[in-house]
């Protein structure tokens, strides 16, 4: 007889035994389908990285180029030839001499910026982790030395890049972005300077005081230059070191050349000048008076044959420079914006 007759408990349980085990086969296979679907998606990525890997390695670095473009043509949406092409870019630029350097490595740049924006799993790139740490450093390096130049905007420009390829941001690029913000905002007209001066009460004459000035400001010739620094032993910049001055003899200046303008009397005319007086500049030789004020001085000495000013300069810190040498006549004197008095008579 059948064996069911007989059995009917064991053969239940062995029936519904048999549609979990059904179920669980269906399932893996289902499972299964979904892995093997994005293992060979993968696949496809990586074969391309590994064929240019292969022949980057064995140094036939044009026949890689020429593989990358190909298969960045037939697959549009691989990272693979572009994060190679921005490699051999980045090795052109390492070898290359002079204005030609810069050109190879914003491309290298442009290359690696296409490769992250395809490989969004970050699967690609990742391989190449002694790459990109290269070209980070080589951003670095070529920010910096457009910093060190004063060329802001050339700094600017590749401390961008290394904050969207990375997401580095160093001291210097915050400093630019914070110099921006200040300089889009208007300033604001400080309160009027004050008039009584208490820190030196033992003069008793304005031409005491603007001699006292002047001798005060004299002994701090040869301090280097740091940007918003009002500090002896860090360094000035040129506002820093007009409102460190004054703050001798009691007087609180603005610490922006922008807001200085503000304060004081405006003194039309040169032949009145006296010492103590600011002499603000422009940023350009343009358009002489509607200029954007970028510079102030301090004048410490003046006669008949003309006069002298202190200031602390981006290049050769607090120096004193002559109204009659080339320098203020070549450079300076054009860029004169306005004359203000900040001590009255």
């Known amino acids: 007889m059948p064996y069911f007759i007989f059995y009917p408990c064991q053969t239940r349980k062995a029936y519904i035994g048999l549609r979990f085990l059904l179920f669980f086969i269906i399932s893996l296979g289902y499972c299964s389908a979904q892995q093997t679907e994005a293992w060979a998606q993968s696949t496809a990525t990586d074969a391309h990285f590994l064929t240019l890997e292969r022949l980057y390695a064995k140094g036939k670095h044009e026949k890689c180029r020429e593989k990358a473009i190909q298969i960045?043509?037939?697959?549009?949406?691989?990272?693979?030839?572009?994060?190679?092409?921005?490699?051999?870019?980045?090795?052109?630029?390492?070898?290359?001499?002079?204005?030609?350097?810069s050109k190879y490595l914003n491309t290298a740049i442009q290359y690696l910026r296409k490769a992250q924006v395809l490989d969004k799993s970050n699967q690609i790139t990742v391989h190449k982790a002694d790459f990109n740490t290269a070209i980070a450093t080589a951003i670095t390096a070529e920010a910096d030395a457009y910093y060190k130049q004063k060329k802001e905007s050339n700094a600017l420009a590749y401390y961008k890049h290394l904050d969207l390829l990375f997401g580095i941001k160093t001291d210097n690029y915050q400093a630019i972005l914070l110099a921006e913000r200040k300089a889009k905002e208007k300033p604001k007209a400080p309160p009027p300077a004050p008039k009584a001066i208490e820190k030196v009460s033992k003069v008793d004459s304005l031409t005491a005081i603007r001699n006292y000035l002047s001798e005060e400001a004299k002994k701090y010739v040869g301090?280097?230059?740091?940007?918003?620094?009002?500090?002896?032993?860090?360094?000035?910049?040129?506002?820093?070191?007009?409102?460190?001055?004054?703050?001798?003899?009691?007087?609180?200046?603005?610490?922006?050349?922008?807001?200085?303008?503000?304060?004081?009397?405006?003194?039309?005319d040169f032949e009145d000048i006296k010492v103590g007086d600011l002499i603000l500049f422009q940023n350009?030789?343009?358009?002489?008076?509607?200029?954007?004020?970028?510079?102030?001085?301090?004048?410490?000495?003046?006669?008949?044959?003309?006069?002298?000013?202190?200031?602390?300069?981006?290049?050769?810190?607090?120096?004193?420079?002559?109204?009659?040498?080339?320098v203020w006549e070549s450079y300076w004197a054009?860029?004169?914006?306005?004359?203000?008095?900040?001590?009255?008579?």
Not at 231 to 238: E, H, L, V
């Open 334 to 345: 054009p860029r004169i914006l306005q004359i203000r008095r900040i001590i009255d008579g």
């Open 223 to 268: 301090v280097r230059y740091r940007y918003a620094s009002c500090s002896p032993s860090a360094g000035f910049d040129c506002s820093g070191f007009t409102s460190f001055i004054y703050q001798k003899i009691g007087i609180e200046l603005s610490r922006s050349s922008q807001s200085q303008i503000f304060h004081g009397e405006e003194v039309a």
């Open 284 to 326: 350009t030789q343009r358009n002489r008076g509607k200029g954007r004020v970028s510079h102030v001085a301090m004048v410490i000495a003046c006669d008949e044959q003309g006069f002298a000013v202190i200031h602390a300069t981006s290049s050769r810190g607090v120096v004193i420079d002559s109204s009659s040498s080339s």
């Open 72 to 101: 960045s043509r037939k697959d549009k949406k691989a990272a693979a030839p572009w994060l190679f092409l921005s490699i051999l870019s980045f090795d052109a630029y390492r070898d290359a001499q002079g204005a030609r350097r």
